[in-house]
């Protein structure tokens, strides 16, 4: 028995060397690099610059691209960039795209004094939605290209690299970039933007990591249908079609926006009456941007046939290969396996604040040791579901990452101990992190290769959707309940998870078994 466990991690350590297995870390750093780029770091710049922090809310938006990539991941999966794609090949192409986009968006950021006025807000804006939507594009390709260029049984492995290599780049990108900031002279009061735009410049120069990669790795080579088999003027017509629609969800949006803000005021500040007018507010975008994907495809705007090799196809696929009850059923784990987590992630920085620690410790603590904690989750995670199989790590992962929420009600009546505070965010980012790479694995095992970006995308969005929206209103249910009711909640809403995984554990094996 020790021969063979050790055999085990042996076999584990060489695969760690496999070339796709290390591309993954370079990959992933990459990918972890444009987020707080939009987010944190640029929030504190626009702070330093005198920027109202109603404004700074509005940079949020830039970022919708996460939520909603897999609108047109089938594009990506279908079309071929001029040029690129005869050198290059379909995945390499998008992703030297993508990182080009993300490099240009960056810098056009740097170039831009969001004090200076002159619509300089709004062109911050312009080229913060452009580095989202170039990272999501990013994401998309990644997750394509991961799924394609490895056997099932390294994809946990790769799932778990990529994970460590995404965290130093959100490190990078958020702790590093403000301490360069600082380092080149600006600090709230004493704005200079000189140094911000050193910051970005030289946060544009470490996507180099990634482009570079591209270069190096090679096409993945998997059977699929054939591609790129329309006319040209058929793919610029479905192109321009989801332009149009795309056009018309945002349009409506923001055009809605001021009437669905006075709506939620006189409505109340309930969490849950919030949530439904955005709802409501999301689903009307939605019905507009249908509406006008529909109008044209109805005036013939676009090849029907086309149409739906590209968007309907890969979902058709999935159902009819897992059947309505197992489809059903594995969409609700996706839905809801990160909730508990997510939910909860929202707000530890604001609960360790309010527990009277400083803002060093707090950042030493979560946003060094805790991203070093979860990144030795991730590569757990996926050696033990190399070894032992994802099922089984996945209903472990939904178990730890309910329960390690318990210790955050303990921490309530603790009071600001510093030790307990390194505990609970060992244990929080080991499981997030254990859970996260595990979650990957399963996502990628549900895939079929001839819809690898559109149908990954669509798990990957659904996965994060209910739990971010929920999320959102985190601090309303804490001071509806207090923290102590709120951590207890987080760990119940979790425990439902753990059933569907042993229910899809349980429908899966039956399926193995008879195909």
């Known amino acids: 028995m020790t021969q063979q466990l050790s055999a085990s991690w042996r076999q584990a350590g060489r695969e760690c060397k496999n070339p796709r297995v290390i591309s993954m870390l370079f990959l992933g750093f990459a990918a972890g690099i444009p987020l707080l780029l939009i987010f944190s770091s640029l929030s504190l710049w626009l702070r330093e610059a005198g920027v109202e922090r109603d404004a700074v809310t509005f940079f949020s938006w830039a970022a919708l691209g996460y939520s909603f990539k897999f609108v047109w991941a089938p594009l990506i999966d279908r079309l071929p960039v001029p040029i690129l794609t005869r050198h290059f090949g379909r995945r390499r192409a998008w992703l030297l795209l993508a990182q080009l986009a ?3 968006a960056i810098i056009l950021m740097a170039l831009i ?3 200076s006025g002159n619509n300089s807000l709004h062109q911050m804006a312009l080229a913060a939605v452009l580095l989202g939507f170039s990272a999501a594009t990013q994401d998309i390709v990644i997750d394509a290209y991961r799924i394609e260029s490895a056997p099932p049984h390294l994809q946990a492995l790769l799932s778990s690299i990529y994970i460590a290599g995404y965290r130093i ?13 600082s380092i080149f002279g600006s600090e709230l009061g004493a704005y200079d933007y000189t140094a911000w ?3 970005y410049l030289l946060m544009a120069m470490t996507v180099l990591v990634g482009l570079v990669t591209t270069l190096l790795i090679r096409e993945p080579t998997v059977e699929r249908r054939a591609a790129y088999s329309a006319a040209p003027t058929d793919y610029m017509r479905l192109l321009a079609v989801f332009l149009l629609t795309a056009g018309a969800f945002a349009i409506s949006f923001f055009l809605t926006s001021a009437p669905f803000t006075a709506a939620k005021l006189a409505a109340g500040s309930g969490a849950l009456a919030s949530l439904l007018w955005e709802l409501l507010h999301l689903g009307l975008s939605l019905v507009a941007a249908i509406l006008t994907g529909g109008l044209l495809v109805r005036v013939g705007a676009v090849n029907r046939l086309m149409l739906e090799d590209t968007w309907i196809a890969p979902v ?13 059923l594995l969409l609700a784990l996706i839905g809801l396996y990160r909730i508990s987590d997510i939910v909860l992630g929202v707000m530890t920085n604001v609960f360790y604040q309010d527990l009277g620690f400083t803002k060093p410790q707090i950042a030493t603590a979560v946003q060094t040791f805790g991203v070093i904690v979860s990144i030795v989750g991730g590569v757990l995670g996926g050696v033990l579901a190399t070894r032992y199989g994802v099922m089984r790590m ?6 730890v990452s309910a329960a390690t929420n318990l210790i955050f009600v303990v921490f309530t009546q603790t009071g600001a101990q510093l030790s307990l505070l390194y505990f609970a965010v060992s244990a929080d980012n080991l499981a997030a ?5 595990v979650f990957i694995a399963f996502l990628s095992s549900l895939t079929n290769v001839s819809f690898t970006a559109v149908q990954y995308a669509i798990f990957s969005s659904l996965m994060t959707l209910l739990p971010k929206l929920l999320g959102g209103y985190s601090g309303s249910i804490v001071e509806n309940v207090g923290y102590s009711s709120f951590f207890l909640l987080t760990t119940v809403i979790g425990i439902p998870v753990i059933g569907l ?15």
């Open 102 to 104: 993300i490099v240009t």
């Open 113 to 115: 004094d969001p004090a």
């Open 169 to 181: 780049g959100m490190v990078v990108a958020g702790a590093g970039a403000l301490t360069l900031a």
């Open 197 to 199: 735009r050193a910051t």
């Open 316 to 328: 058709r696929d999935f159902f009819q290969r897992y059947g309505l009850k197992t489809a059903a």
């Open 394 to 399: 996945l209903l472990l992962g939904a178990i």
């Open 433 to 437: 992190g254990f859970a996260s790479a």
């Open 501 to 515: 995984v042993w229910l899809a554990g349980k429908r899966l094996a039956v399926r193995n078994r008879i195909d």
